[in-house]
């Protein structure tokens, strides 16, 4: 069983940075694609950033520029480095493994974390 445990939300004004951290545990399991998505209240989720196995990022317009994915040197452990956070950044946010991405697109696997809360105030 393949667990993937958020950490590193919380509140922020606009302007800051937080970093969130993705990590994998449970049965040998690496982080080769992984995506981060995230939730605002009364929105479906979206897509925010993904990685693929080859190292290629791709991030959701809102987010190019301020947010950057990466993954730790033994893929167990996945970031997302968030910059010039804004208001409307405040949301859950998940991170999914399992997936894999083809051209810019990024199919979700089964693997998602709990989640964690970023709120950011104006």
């Known amino acids: 069983q393949v667990q993937l445990v958020e950490s590193g939300g919380g509140l922020v004004q606009a302007g800051g940075s937080l970093r969130l951290s993705c990590a994998a545990s449970?049965?040998?399991?690496?982080?080769?694609?992984m995506a981060w998505y995230r939730q605002a209240p009364g929105k479906q989720r979206e897509l925010v950033a993904s990685i693929n196995s080859g190292g290629t990022t791709n991030y959701a317009d809102s987010v190019k520029g301020r947010f950057t994915i990466s993954r730790g040197n033994l893929k167990v452990t996945g970031y997302l480095q968030m910059n010039g956070l804004k208001p409307e950044d405040t949301a859950v946010y998940y991170c999914n493994a399992g997936g894999y991405s083809r051209g810019n697109d990024y199919y979700a696997g089964d693997y998602w974390g709990q989640g964690t809360q970023v709120t950011v105030s104006s």
């Open positions: 449970g049965t040998i399991y690496t982080l080769n694609a």
